[in-house]
């Protein structure tokens, strides 16, 4: 930085500054019940991305959107469901007084789209308005861990207007049954869809690497936990699908941190 200002020099730097993990309270995490895709998912928190452009560079960025307003639905219950797309632009740069006017200028910018819908009007707003930002900044560098498969993305069902705040410390495990069947109602019973059938075997590769050994122990560790589990590659019931991908991902989220020496 010269005499305040920003130089094209100065952005190597500034990048891995934005880059640096953010601290461990900035994750959050919502259950696959409020996110309705069955399985939890963890990404960060929007003012803590903020936080760190204003930590590293206050004053020296700013962020332009533009809001889409799509089309309106109605959930299962008859309610409104307002639909909100965002554009999100981070400019990275300096303020200069030129000619009786403020202007910025640019030295860096990273672009976001992001969408959201809800039961609440401004729920939708603000959630397509943050998942725009969060991606516009990690092409800066900031959270980029939550699109680099490090940690997932997070995003609510559409009658869900608030995400889990971070969870306390798990017990440790104990002998006791920890089964947790599969629940089966009229809507959900039908065959697994080929979006599941897709993301089981995504994740069992990326688990198991193609390794009948630890594909079999996977198997095992699964009905552990899941009544009726007939196996991962038979066919199953669209909820016992969506029950199998949430411990896969659980399963996967903890060797991740394991290897981690978390």
Same mark, same amino acid.
């Given at each position: 930085?010269?005499?305040?200002?920003?130089?094209? +020099?100065?952005?190597?730097?500034?990048? $891995?500054?934005?880059?640096?993990?953010?601290?461990?309270?900035? /994750?959050?995490?919502? !259950?696959?019940?409020?996110?309705?895709?069955?399985?939890?998912?963890?990404?960060?928190?929007?003012?803590?991305? /903020? #936080?760190?452009?204003?930590?590293? +560079?206050?004053?020296?960025?700013?962020? %332009?959107?533009?809001?889409?307003? &799509?089309?309106?639905?109605?959930?299962?219950?008859? *309610? %409104?469901?307002? *639909?909100? +797309?965002?554009?999100?632009?981070?400019? %990275?740069?300096?303020?200069?007084?030129?000619?009786?006017?403020?202007?910025?200028?640019? &030295?860096? $910018?990273?672009?976001? =789209?992001?969408?959201?819908?809800?039961?609440?009007?401004?729920?939708? &707003?603000?959630?397509?308005? @943050?998942?725009?930002?969060?991606?516009?900044?990690?092409?800066?560098? /900031?959270?980029?861990?939550?699109?680099?498969?490090?940690?997932?993305?997070?995003?609510?069902?559409?009658?869900? @207007?608030?995400?889990?705040? *971070?969870?306390?410390?798990?017990?440790?495990?104990?002998?006791?049954? @920890?089964?947790?069947?599969?629940?089966?109602?009229?809507?959900?019973?039908?065959?697994?869809?080929?979006?599941? /059938?897709? +993301?089981?075997?995504?994740?069992?590769?990326?688990?198991?690497?193609? !390794?009948?050994?630890?594909?079999?122990?996977?198997? #095992?560790?699964?009905?552990?936990?899941?009544?009726?589990?007939?196996?991962? @590659?038979?066919?199953?019931?669209?909820?016992?699908?969506?029950?199998?991908? *949430?411990?896969?991902?659980? =399963?996967? #989220?903890?060797?991740?941190?394991?290897?981690?020496?978390?």
């Amino acid at each position: 930085m010269k005499n305040g200002y920003l130089t094209p +020099a100065d952005l190597a730097d500034l990048y $891995e500054k934005l880059s640096a993990d953010l601290p461990g309270e900035a /994750v959050q995490h919502v !259950s696959g019940d409020q996110s309705r895709k069955g399985y939890d998912m963890t990404g960060y928190a929007y003012q803590y991305v /903020v #936080n760190r452009l204003n930590e590293v +560079a206050f004053g020296h960025w700013r962020a %332009i959107h533009e809001m889409k307003h &799509l089309e309106n639905g109605k959930t299962e219950k008859g *309610r %409104i469901l307002y *639909r909100k +797309a965002c554009l999100v632009t981070i400019q %990275i740069g300096n303020w200069r007084f030129i000619e009786g006017q403020n202007v910025f200028e640019v &030295l860096a $910018e990273a672009q976001g =789209y992001g969408g959201h819908e809800s039961i609440e009007e401004a729920s939708a &707003l603000k959630g397509a308005y @943050t998942n725009a930002f969060k991606k516009a900044a990690a092409m800066l560098g /900031v959270g980029k861990k939550a699109y680099e498969g490090l940690l997932d993305e997070d995003f609510l069902a559409p009658d869900q @207007t608030q995400p889990q705040q *971070r969870p306390q410390p798990q017990r440790k495990q104990t002998t006791k049954n @920890t089964k947790k069947p599969a629940k089966q109602t009229e809507d959900n019973a039908g065959k697994m869809n080929e979006g599941q /059938v897709n +993301a089981i075997k995504k994740l069992v590769m990326d688990i198991t690497g193609d !390794s009948p050994a630890k594909k079999k122990m996977l198997e #095992n560790w699964v009905a552990q936990r899941i009544d009726g589990f007939p196996g991962l @590659t038979e066919e199953m019931t669209s909820a016992m699908a969506a029950e199998t991908i *949430r411990w896969l991902n659980h =399963y996967k #989220n903890e060797q991740r941190k394991k290897a981690a020496g978390q």
